[in-house]
C-alpha cells in the first residue's frame, strides 16, 4: 500500500496520478490562505509586520520537516540498501535550503523593525544558520564524489550526523534565553497565540508543505528519468 | 598476547612517522602563532581589547590549525594499502581507526599544548583562564581528534573539494567551543560544562570509529 | 584446500566475471592472466573479501570464510600492485614492523641473507622514498617469505623486476610449492614455472 515510498516504478505511477490534482488543490489553497492573511487582524504591538509570520513560521516548520524526512531515508537507505531513498534525499535537499533561506531571510526582515537588528546572535537563530549550513554541505557532498556509491552513502551518514541539530533547533528556545520568542503553536493544551491568527497560520502552513511536495515530486521524477538513462 | 604486541608495535610505527614528520607538526604550530599576529595587526594592540577577546580567539585558531593536518590521517595508509595489511593481520578497522585517532591526539594534538601559554602570554590571560585553557583543550583535542577522524575518512576518495574537509570539522566543532569558552564566564559552573566536554569526547570517541570505518570500508570497495 | 565456487561480482550492472569455479589445492600455484582492465585485480580483492561477491562462496578448509575472516587472513600474504611500505620508515623500520605484525619466527640471520640475495643490505637504513621502484618491488615481494603464510596472493609480482631478481621469484614459487603452499598471483608477464596452471580472464 505504501510501496509508492521506496519503489521508484511505483512512486512514478503514484505520482502521475496525483499531481495535477495536487497543483490545483494547492494552488486554491495558496489563494484561500493568502486571501484570510489579508483579512487577519494587525498584531497591536508590532502592526503590519506580524505578517511575515506567515511565510517565515511555515517555511521554518518545513526545513525541518524537510530534514527530519531525508534523515528517516538516510536511515532506510544505509539500513536496508534501498537506492530510492539516495534518490529522495538528493532531490529533497535543495528544498529544505530553499525553506530554511526563506525563514533566515524574512525572519531577518521580520527582525529588524521589531529587535531593531538584523541579526542577533542567540541560538534558535544560529542553530537554524548551522542547518543551512548542513543543507549546503550535503547539496556539496553529493557533487564531489565521482563514483555512486560513495556520494549516496557519504551523503546519508552525513545527514545522520547532522541530524543531532534537530533537537537542538527545536529546544535552543527553552534551554537557553534568548530574544526568540518559545513556541506558541505546539503547546497542544493551550496555544498562546489567537484563533484568529491560527488559522490563516495553519493554511499557509498546508499550502507550503503542497509547494515543497509538487517541487519534490517533480524532482524526485527528473532523478528517476536521469538514472534510468545513464 | 599476540594481540598487545600488535598494538604495540602500531604506536611504534606512529611513533617513527612522528620523528619523521616532525617538521610539519612544527609548521602547524608556526600557522598558530603567525595567524595570532595577523589577528593583533588586524585589530589593533589595545591591550584590555585583546584580553577579553583572547581567549575565543586562541580556541578558534586552534581549531584552524587542526584541519591543516586533516588530509595526512588516513591519507598515505589508504594508498598504499598499509590499512588493509593491518587489518588482514587481525585487527579490526574500528580498532584501528581507535588507534588512530589516540595516535593523532598524543603526536598532533598534544604538541599544541607547549604553544598555549606562549598565546595566553602574548595577550595577557588571567592565569585562571590559561589553566582552563589547557585542561579544556586537553578534552575539546580528543574530540577535535575524532571529528577529524571522521571528516578525514569520509573524503579519502575525494580528489578535488579539499576544503569540505575542514568545513566539517569546523561545523561540528561548534559546541566544542562553545562550552570550552563558555567557562570561563562569570556565572558559568566548571563542573557541569567540564562533565559535559567530557561526556561529548566520550560520545565522540563512541561513534567516530563506527563512522570512520565505514567510510574506509566504503572508501576501499570503490578505490 | 581453498574453493571458489560460483563467484560473480558486478560493478554498477556490469559484469566483471561471472559464475566463476577454481579450486586451489596444496602446492598449486595459478596465473591469472587477462588484458588490462579484464578483472584481475578485482578478482584477487574479492577472494581477499575486500571487495564482496555478488554471488557465490569462497570456502577454505571447508568453512565459508565469511564466517572466520581473520582466521582466513591469518593464511595469506597479500602483494598489491602498489607500494605498502611507508615512504617515510627505513627499511629496517619496514621489515620490523611487517614481521611483527604476522608474528613470524623468521631468524635475524635468514632475513639479512634474504637482503643479501636481492641486493638490498647496503639499503637498511636508508628510507623507502630515496629508492628505485625495482628495490622497493623487491622489498615488497621479502614480504612472501618474512611473514610465513601459506597462501600467496599477489597482484602482478613481476612488475619493476629485472631478469635475475625474476629468476629468484620463481624459484622461491617452486620453492614453496613443494612446501604444499598455494599461490595465485596475476599478472601478464609469461615466467618460467613447470607446473603453473592458468586462468584466462579474456
Known amino acids: 500500500m505504501f510501496g509508492f515510498l ?23 489553497i495558496l489563494i484561500a490562505g493568502l486571501i484570510l492573511v489579508y483579512l487577519s487582524p494587525l498584531d497591536y504591538q508590532q502592526g503590519l509586520t506580524v505578517k511575515i509570520m506567515y511565510i517565515h513560521v511555515p517555511s521554518a516548520w518545513l526545513a525541518l520537516l ?40 524574512s525572519g531577518s526582515l521580520w527582525g529588524k523593525p521589531i529587535w531593531g537588528t538584523w541579526w542577533v546572535w ?109 | 598476547m599476540f594481540f598487545i604486541k600488535k598494538i604495540f608495535l602500531f604506536f611504534k610505527r606512529e611513533l617513527k612517522l612522528f620523528f619523521r614528520n616532525i617538521v610539519s607538526i ?57 590499512l588493509v595489511i593491518i587489518h588482514m593481520r587481525g585487527i579490526s578497522y574500528e580498532l584501528i581507526v581507535f588507534l588512530k585517532i589516540l595516535s593523532h591526539f598524543l603526536f598532533v594534538q598534544v604538541p599544541f599544548l ?69 567557562i570561563n564566564e562569570v556565572d558559568s559552573d566548571f563542573k557541569s560544562l567540564i562533565n559535559i566536554l567530557i561526556g561529548m569526547a566520550l560520545i565522540f570517541l563512541g561513534i567516530s570509529p563506527w563512522a570512520s570505518a565505514a567510510f574506509i570500508k566504503l572508501a576501499l570497495r570503490n578505490k | 584446500m581453498l574453493l571458489i565456487n560460483n563467484l560473480s561480482f558486478f560493478r554498477d550492472d556490469n559484469i566483471i566475471f561471472e559464475n566463476l569455479n577454481l579450486s586451489l589445492g596444496n602446492g ?20 581477499l573479501n575486500i571487495l564482496s561477491s555478488n554471488t557465490g562462496e569462497i570456502i577454505w578448509e571447508g568453512q565459508n570464510v565469511k564466517k572466520n575472516i581473520f582466521k582466513f587472513y591469518n593464511e ?52 623507502i622514498m630515496y629508492l628505485s621502484s625495482g628495490e622497493v618491488k623487491k622489498l615488497e615481494l621479502l614480504r612472501i617469505v618474512l611473514e610465513q603464510k601459506k597462501i600467496w596472493v599477489l597482484d602482478e609480482p613481476y612488475n619493476h623486476l629485472d631478469d635475475s631478481s625474476a629468476e629468484i621469484l620463481n624459484q622461491t614459487f617452486v620453492d614453496h610449492t613443494n612446501n604444499n603452499g598455494i599461490i595465485l598471483f596475476a599478472s601478464h ?10 586462468l584466462d580472464f579474456n
Request: aromatic share 12%; hydrophobic share 50%; net charge positive.
Open chain 1, 6 to 28: 521506496i519503489n521508484p516504478s511505483k512512486f512514478n505511477k503514484f505520482a502521475d496520478i496525483i499531481l495535477k490534482p495536487l497543483i490545483l488543490l494547492c494552488s486554491v
Open chain 1, 66 to 105: 524537510t530534514y527530519s524526512i531525508m534523515t528517516i531515508y538516510s536511515v532506510i537507505g544505509i539500513a536496508f540498501k534501498m537506492p530510492f531513498s539516495f534518490i529522495v534525499n538528493k532531490a529533497v535537499a535543495p528544498i529544505g535550503a530553499v525553506f530554511t533561506l526563506i525563514c533566515l531571510i
Open chain 1, 122 to 230: 542567540d541560538a534558535r537563530l544560529t542553530s537554524v544558520a548551522i542547518l543551512l549550513l548542513i543543507y549546503l554541505i550535503i547539496i556539496f557532498l553529493d557533487k564531489t564524489f565521482e563514483n555512486k556509491e560513495v556520494r549516496e552513502k557519504t551523503t546519508a551518514i552525513f545527514i545522520l550526523i547532522g541530524s543531532v541539530n534537530l533537537p537542538i533547533i527545536k529546544f535552543s528556545v527553552d534551554w537557553w534565553n534568548t530574544l526568540h520568542q518559545p513556541a506558541s503553536v505546539s503547546k497542544l493544551s493551550s496555544p498562546s497565540i489567537d484563533i484568529s491568527m491560527l488559522q490563516p497560520l495553519l493554511v499557509m502552513t498546508i499550502a507550503f508543505s503542497l509547494i515543497g511536495l509538487i517541487i519534490a515530486i517533480l524532482r524526485i521524477k527528473a532523478e528517476i528519468l536521469i538514472r534510468k538513462n545513464r
Open chain 2, 26 to 82: 612544527f609548521s602547524n604550530i608556526l600557522f598558530f602563532f603567525l595567524s595570532i599576529f595577523i589577528f593583533v595587526f588586524a585589530l589593533g594592540a589595545d591591550e584590555q581589547n585583546l584580553k577579553s577577546i583572547g581567549l575565543g580567539i586562541i580556541w578558534s585558531l586552534l581549531v584552524l590549525s587542526s584541519t591543516l593536518s586533516l588530509r595526512k590521517f588516513y591519507e598515505e595508509d589508504f594508498n598504499n594499502g598499509v
Open chain 2, 114 to 182: 607547549i604553544s598555549i601559554p606562549v598565546a595566553s602570554l602574548l595577550f595577557n590571560l588571567p592565569i585562571y583562564e590559561v589553566y582552563n585553557l589547557i585542561f579544556t583543550f586537553i578534552i575539546g583535542s580528543l574530540i577535535l581528534s575524532c571529528l577529524s577522524s571522521m571528516s578525514a575518512s569520509m573524503n579519502l576518495l575525494n580528489k578535488a573539494n579539499f576544503s569540505i574537509g575542514g568545513i566539517i570539522v569546523l561545523l561540528f566543532s561548534v559546541p566544542v567551543i562553545i562550552f570550552s569558552v563558555g
Open chain 3, 28 to 47: 598449486q600455484i595459478t596465473q591469472i592472466r587477462g588484458k588490462n582492465g579484464s578483472g584481475k585485480t578485482t578478482f584477487l580483492k574479492v577472494i
Open chain 3, 76 to 127: 595469506i600474504t597479500y602483494i598489491a600492485d602498489h607500494n605498502t611500505s611507508s615512504r617515510e620508515l627505513s627499511i629496517l623500520d619496514n621489515i620490523k614492523f611487517w614481521k611483527g605484525l604476522s608474528s613470524s619466527n623468521l631468524s635475524d640471520d635468514k632475513i639479512f641473507s634474504l637482503l643479501e640475495t636481492f641486493n638490498l643490505k647496503k639499503y637498511l637504513n636508508t628510507e
Open chain 3, 189 to 198: 608477464y609469461n615466467p618460467l614455472i613447470s607446473k603453473l596452471e592458468i
